[in-house]
T-cell receptor
Framework: DAGITQSPRHKVTETGTPVTLRCHQTENHRYMYWYRQDPGHGLRLIHYSYGVKDTDKGEVSDGYSVSRSKTEDFLLTLESATSSQTSVYFC????????????FGPGTRLLVL | AQSVTQLDSQVPVFEEAPVELRCNYSSSVSVYLFWYVQYPNQGLQLLLKYLSGSTLVKGINGFEAEFNKSQTSFHLRKPSVHISDTAEYFCAVSERAGAQKLVFGQGTRLTINP
């Protein structure tokens, strides 16, 4: 298994509070991604990073920000959590190269009350 | 932009029967194609991918998929399923250039009945 951990694995929070999810890798891969998984939607890309301090938006980035100060860590912040952000969040990593496989972490289940 | 449609949200089959999970995609540029599997309460794991060359791709656990450019399809097949194949299956595409962001289909839940 690729060395990817996500923390926390489960979180319950209240509407309006900030939340930060962490993805940590031990593979030294260049690319890191945050997706959310919702029933009927599959997985949708929130943000991604192509290097330290290099990030860009994905399909569903509103209400989320990211930071990557070290190769191994990619943080996802919900600036002010809303009930619509209740979801399962997956981090993924991949090497540089055409058609490179993305390896997924175990996920974080977030409930916003 | 790309889009992926998985034509069946749920597929029930009996153990040892063949199965086909259907995937169609739309894209204005050339893409790579992927199938991922998600077992209950786990992350996603790559089953197989099509990059170039032979249109028939073999993956792990006895799965294979065929790329059909004219029909923009990438259907997943297995000749004989096992109880352990019960999972959700996702088809995905990525552009051949740039950050290779994945665009996923909605998923197909495969249920194997004894």
């Amino acid at each position: 298994d690729a060395g990817i951990t996500q923390s926390p694995r489960h979180k319950v929070t209240e509407t309006g509070t900030p939340v930060t999810l962490r993805c940590h890798q031990t593979e030294n891969h260049r690319y890191m991604y945050w997706y959310r998984q919702d029933p009927g939607h599959g997985l949708r890309l929130i943000h991604y990073s192509y290097g330290v301090k290099d990030t860009d938006k994905g399909e569903v980035s509103d209400g989320y920000s990211v930071s990557r100060s070290k190769t191994e860590d990619f943080l996802l912040t919900l600036e002010s959590a809303t009930s619509s952000q209740t979801s399962v969040y997956f981090c993924a990593i991949s090497e540089t190269g055409q058609g490179a496989t993305q390896y997924f972490g175990p996920g974080t289940r977030l409930l916003v009350l | 932009a790309q889009s992926v449609t998985q034509l069946d949200s749920q597929v029930p089959v009996f153990e040892e029967a063949p199965v086909e999970l259907r995937c169609n995609y739309s894209s204005s540029v050339s893409v790579y194609l992927f199938w991922y599997v998600q077992y209950p309460n786990q992350g996603l794991q790559l089953l197989l991918k099509y990059l170039s060359g032979s249109t028939l791709v073999k993956g792990i656990n006895g799965f294979e998929a065929e790329f059909n450019k004219s029909q923009t399809s990438f259907h997943l097949r297995k000749p004989s399923v096992h109880i352990s194949d019960t999972a959700e299956y996702f088809c995905a595409v990525s552009e051949r250039a740039g950050a290779q962001k994945l665009v996923f289909g909605q998923g197909t839940r495969l249920t194997i009945n004894p």
